[in-house]
């Protein structure tokens, strides 16, 4: 493990205090719904879903409508499971609130990356598969899901050259975090390329 992953992960366990004054400083300026916000610290409404839960991750509206007509794939083909849609931002909860959203999806918060808090979400969901879109890595959340089994799937991904250049400067720990994923869909070559120089397999 890479010695920034590692000093992540450290500051991870502690940083509760950091996300609460973030969070309160994020309301104030009308950039959170405080009455979903709980979610990010592991507090849901009602219980789990059934069994085979699948999770779909998207950082925020354009990325989690593309996922919509996978996730309708997804539960036409498996008429035993639920899905769950995580985001990450207010203007996504508004959105996905007037969406249609499919029979037995489910959208929530994700939680913040702090030890305490994943492991709440993971206990919580059960999660069958987790699957990424676009380049929203949580290294506490995806090593946390990784250490359970639980398959990882990056989808619909692709490395500009922004991104490229920002995330070679993380060296070691975006090879750690790649390596967690059990496949990595992507959208060009350009971007398979750029995702094995930064260490994928």
């Known amino acids: 493990m890479s010695p920034l992953l590692r000093l992540y992960l450290a500051f991870s366990s502690i940083s509760d205090p950091v996300w609460r004054l973030i969070h309160k400083r994020r309301l104030a300026r009308g950039k959170e719904v405080p009455e979903r916000l709980p979610e990010k610290y592991g507090v849901y409404p009602g219980p789990a ?15 989690s409508f593309a996922l919509l007509p996978l996730i309708e794939l997804a539960l036409k083909e498996l008429p035993d499971a639920e899905v769950i849609l995580t985001t990450s931002t207010a203007s996504s909860v508004e959105a996905l609130a007037r969406a249609n959203l499919p029979d037995r999806c489910r959208h929530i918060l994700l939680p913040i990356d702090t030890a305490r808090a994943t492991r709440i ?9 987790a699957a990424f879109a676009e380049l929203d890595f949580w290294p506490r959340l995806m090593m946390e899901t990784h250490k359970r089994g639980i398959p990882l799937i990056l989808l619909n991904s692709r490395m500009p050259d922004k991104n490229f250049e920002r995330r070679r400067k993380l060296g070691g720990m975006m090879r750690d975090v790649l390596r967690l994923f059990d496949r990595l869909l992507v959208q060009d070559e350009l971007s398979r390329e750029r995702f094995i120089a930064l260490g994928a397999e």
């Open 49 to 63: 879903p059934g069994p085979k839960v699948l999770w779909f991750h998207a950082l925020s509206v354009g990325e």
């Open 121 to 129: 979400f993971l206990d919580h969901w059960n999660p069958a598969v």
